[in-house]
């Protein structure tokens, strides 16, 4: 009988170290788990910014577009007056020449 006692209370301190081990095993995860769970946010964080920056520049390559098409009206009206401006100046100089004094 007490060989039976001996080798039950071996084996409930077997059981019981078990338990511990994996008890600190449990702890372990639990730590690592919530390791994981803020660096997730972080990175959910950090690709909330990305998004935010690209939507940006988005914002920012429409509103070039924008600029260089008013820049090439622009520029086709400065043409457009400049031709007409040459024009104006044939004209003058052929009516100008039509009031020449002889000296």
């Known amino acids: 009988i007490e060989g039976l006692i001996a080798d039950s209370v071996a084996r409930v ?6 338990v511990n081990d994996t ?5 372990a995860i639990l730590r690592d788990v919530t390791e994981v769970t803020v660096i ?22 429409t509103q070039m577009d924008g600029v260089t ?7 086709e009206q400065v043409s457009a007056a400049a031709a ?6 044939e004209e003058l ?4 020449q039509k009031f020449r004094l002889t000296a």
């Open 13 to 18: 301190e077997q059981g019981a170290q078990l």
């Open 84 to 89: 007409a401006l040459e024009r104006q100046t």
């Open 23 to 27: 008890g600190t095993t449990m702890e």
């Open 93 to 96: 100089q052929r009516s100008v």
């Open 40 to 61: 997730m946010k972080q990175i959910a964080t950090a690709s909330e910014e990305q998004s935010k920056g690209i939507s940006q520049v988005g914002v920012a390559i």
């Open 69 to 75: 098409q008013q820049n090439a009206s622009l520029v």
